[in-house]
């Protein structure tokens, strides 16, 4: 089947081929109005399988919400806005989360989105607070519907629900094959969509390095420079335990960023931000990074810590391998430690910690610059790319990924010119506001 240019035209923008069966089949039904599940493995491309066909159906004569889309974190909310905002088509979309100022939600929902994207208490909060009309929107997405219901979101998801009087299409999105769907989810006859059992993994490979000591934290520092410049997370069970493995990588001149959910919302964005843009190739994590963060271009991931269950397992090796790309699952592993039956039962490849060898290859170095002034300023990335290849004189390979957000920017430069365009940049102007450019 051949795609239409207006899909053609987005793929292109996220350097996509074509779409994938399971996003085929998603956006011929949800273009039908029916209710659907979709069962798709996480790196599968399930937020653009439910965008595409949701924004063809908006209506540009609205000035209401038309969708509403409740996710499980700030960070898969951020996400889906960006992709979204990404896709071009025109329409406003805001994303109201946990960690902010409420004041910025009410600032963003002056002027009423097509397409609002939140977590399900604050969601119910700008219900509770604002004057919303609700009887615009037709379509609610669940995105990771089962994740919201572990972490405790029932009662708020149930509340929206039985709050919008006019929703003609649900859509639930889920990794997992056990989720149990709710009953007030009100679906209708829904069709289902199911590519978990049809995914072979061939793209990713499974290896198991042994380490000779319990503690492995040398282990882990020879495995990391046997990897060179590959960007990749490293997991570990507890945020106590990544601490020390944190402390143990900075005394050792490792670059890398944690992220856990003991951390400050602000400090977890700019973490990602960090790993996004190259200024660090690694990512600690908790299992709080193994669902609904579209990390890009992840080589590996490596279980520092064997996980507890099968879903964890499954969930942090989606991180890599992603839309069809390659990618290695290392599994950390003390010799006399034995393997859960689900590991044991792949029978991955097995590889002793001295056969590593150090990988010297290097690669030039980002760092991250802040920018005081975002979406709210009228600035985009076009904006921030022309003011440092005009003004600041940076070559085309100086200038890396560059993130727009409400109230700010950040843009990733290469190391060794980031000096002189600061020099060159700051205190200039950016449609109609004077911005400040730093380090972070």
């Given at each position: 089947?051949?795609?239409?240019?207006?899909?053609?035209?987005?793929?292109?923008?996220?350097?996509?081929?074509?779409?994938?069966?399971?996003?085929?089949?998603?956006?011929?039904?949800?273009?039908?109005?029916?209710?659907?599940?979709?069962?798709?493995?996480?790196?599968?491309?399930?937020?653009?399988?439910?965008?595409?066909?949701?924004?063809?159906?908006?209506?540009?004569?609205?000035?209401?919400?038309?969708?509403?889309?409740?996710?499980?974190?700030?960070?898969?909310?951020?996400?889906?806005?960006?992709?979204?905002?990404?896709?071009?088509?025109?329409?406003?979309?805001?994303?109201?989360?946990?960690?902010?100022?409420?004041?910025?939600?009410?600032?963003?929902?002056?002027?009423?989105?097509?397409?609002?994207?939140?977590?399900?208490?604050?969601?119910?909060?700008?219900?509770?607070?604002?004057?919303?009309?609700?009887?615009?929107?037709?379509?609610?997405?669940?995105?990771?519907?089962?994740?919201?219901?572990?972490?405790?979101?029932?009662?708020?998801?149930?509340?929206?629900?039985?709050?919008?009087?006019?929703?003609?299409?649900?859509?639930?999105?889920?990794?997992?094959?056990?989720?149990?769907?709710?009953?007030?989810?009100?679906?209708?006859?829904?069709?289902?969509?199911?590519?978990?059992?049809?995914?072979?993994?061939?793209?990713?490979?499974?290896?198991?390095?042994?380490?000779?000591?319990?503690?492995?934290?040398?282990?882990?520092?020879?495995?990391?420079?046997?990897?060179?410049?590959?960007?990749?997370?490293?997991?570990?069970?507890?945020?106590?335990?990544?601490?020390?493995?944190?402390?143990?990588?900075?005394?050792?001149?490792?670059?890398?960023?944690?992220?856990?959910?003991?951390?400050?919302?602000?400090?977890?964005?700019?973490?990602?931000?960090?790993?996004?843009?190259?200024?660090?190739?690694?990512?600690?994590?908790?299992?709080?990074?193994?669902?609904?963060?579209?990390?890009?271009?992840?080589?590996?991931?490596?279980?520092?810590?064997?996980?507890?269950?099968?879903?964890?397992?499954?969930?942090?090796?989606?991180?890599?391998?992603?839309?069809?790309?390659?990618?290695?699952?290392?599994?950390?592993?003390?010799?006399?430690?034995?393997?859960?039956?689900?590991?044991?039962?792949?029978?991955?490849?097995?590889?002793?910690?001295?056969?590593?060898?150090?990988?010297?290859?290097?690669?030039?170095?980002?760092?991250?610059?802040?920018?005081?002034?975002?979406r709210r300023d009228k600035i985009s990335k076009g904006d921030i790319a022309g003011l440092f290849f005009k003004q600041g004189k940076?070559?085309?390979?100086?200038?890396?990924?560059?993130?727009?957000?409400?109230?700010?920017?950040?843009?990733?430069?290469?190391?060794?010119?980031?000096?002189?365009?600061?020099?060159?940049?700051?205190?200039?102007?950016?449609?109609?506001?004077?911005?400040?450019?730093?380090?972070?």
């Amino acid at each position: 089947m051949s795609l239409d240019k207006y899909t053609r035209s987005i793929l292109d923008k996220f350097e996509i081929k074509d779409l994938n069966p399971m996003q085929k089949k998603a956006g011929q039904v949800i273009r039908k109005n029916e209710d659907v599940v979709i069962l798709s493995p996480t790196g599968t491309g399930k937020t653009l399988a439910f965008l595409l066909p949701l924004i063809e159906k908006l209506d540009t004569d609205c000035n209401e919400i038309q969708a509403l889309i409740l996710v499980p974190s700030r960070e898969l909310a951020q996400q889906i806005e960006q992709v979204a905002r990404k896709m071009g088509s025109g329409f406003k979309i805001n994303s109201v989360y946990g960690g902010r100022a409420g004041s910025l939600d009410k600032l963003d929902l002056k002027h009423r989105p097509a397409i609002l994207i939140g977590t399900p208490g604050r969601v119910v909060d700008r219900f509770r607070r604002d004057e919303l009309s609700l009887e615009y929107i037709q379509t609610l997405i669940l995105d990771e519907f089962d994740k919201s219901l572990e972490i405790g979101f029932k009662e708020e998801m149930k509340e929206i629900i039985e709050t919008l009087p006019s929703v003609k299409q649900r859509i639930l999105t889920s990794a997992t094959q056990d989720s149990q769907i709710p009953k007030f989810a009100r679906l209708i006859f829904p069709v289902f969509i199911d590519y978990l059992q049809n995914t072979d993994g061939s793209n990713l490979k499974i290896k198991t390095i042994l380490s000779p000591e319990k503690d492995k934290l040398q282990s882990l520092e020879k495995v990391i420079k046997s990897l060179g410049n590959q960007p990749g997370i490293i997991f570990c069970n507890f945020k106590d335990a990544l601490g020390r493995v944190s402390d143990y990588l900075d005394n050792k001149n490792i670059n890398h960023e944690c992220f856990h959910g003991g951390m400050e919302q602000v400090d977890r964005e700019l973490a990602l931000i960090k790993f996004r843009n190259g200024t660090s190739q690694l990512l600690l994590a908790t299992d709080l990074a193994a669902r609904g963060l579209d990390i890009p271009e992840i080589k590996f991931i490596l279980h520092y810590h064997l996980p507890l269950h099968e879903k964890e397992f499954t969930h942090r090796n989606g991180r890599t391998a992603r839309m069809n790309k390659e990618g290695v699952a290392y599994i950390l592993q003390f010799r006399e430690e034995p393997l859960p039956d689900f590991i044991e039962a792949i029978a991955p490849e097995t590889q002793e910690i001295d056969e590593l060898k150090p990988d010297n290859s290097t690669s030039p170095k980002w760092t991250t610059l802040h920018i005081t002034g975002g979406r709210r300023d009228k600035i985009s990335k076009g904006d921030i790319a022309g003011l440092f290849f005009k003004q600041g004189k940076a070559e085309r390979d100086q200038v890396g990924v560059i993130e727009v957000q409400q109230k700010s920017s950040f843009v990733g430069v290469h190391a060794d010119a980031s000096e002189i365009l600061i020099e060159k940049t700051n205190n200039s102007r950016l449609k109609k506001k004077k911005v400040r450019i730093s380090y972070i």
